[in-house]
């Protein structure tokens, strides 16, 4: 019973760490995209900046503002995007933290029981040699009974041999 229950607590334990594993590389495929989406605002920042320095007059204006506008857009886009991800982040990291816990507290009960077996095994193997002696020192009073009824046998029919005398 405690093996069985020892075993699914393994089970349980391998379940979580598949668990936690595939929860860490969740995490850095996220990480690896707020990385990219981060250098691509880098990059639309830069564009925008050297956008505003170029233009020096009216002569360029619409079609600037066009595209500066196009590029604020897409930088809040990815700013979004980029506060979504990082929000998945900390919901998974916080997801981690409790598997980790579980995973701690099922690795201390299986810890625990493997303990309560190695007591219990140790209990069973002195009852059993207790039995045992219990059990030789049954045999040896049946020996002494059976040597006590020939014994017994052996008086009787003397007396009777006696007794006919």
């Not at 360029?60 to 700013?79: A, C, W, Y």
């Not at 140790?122 to 039995?131: C, F, G, H, L, T």
């Amino acid at each position: 019973m405690l093996q069985k229950k020892l075993d699914d607590l393994i089970n349980e334990l391998k379940e979580k760490e598949n668990d936690v594993t595939a929860v860490e590389r969740n995490i850095k495929e996220r990480l690896l995209r707020i990385q990219q989406k981060t250098l691509e605002v880098d990059r639309l920042n830069r564009m925008c900046a050297n956008l505003k320095n170029r233009g020096d007059g009216d002569e360029s204006v619409g079609p600037q503002e066009h595209l500066r506008d196009n590029i604020k857009k897409q930088i809040k886009e990815v700013d979004d995007e980029t506060t979504n991800v990082q929000k998945d982040w900390i919901t998974n990291q916080i997801e981690l933290i409790k598997r980790q816990e579980e995973k701690s507290k099922v690795e201390r009960k299986a810890d625990d029981l493997r303990t309560q077996k190695s007591i219990l095994d140790q209990k069973k193997i002195r009852i059993n040699s207790e039995v045992e002696g219990h059990n030789k020192a049954i045999r040896e009073l049946e020996v002494a009974k059976k040597n006590q009824v020939f014994e017994m046998n052996k008086l009787n029919d003397l007396i009777y041999q006696n007794n006919e005398k």
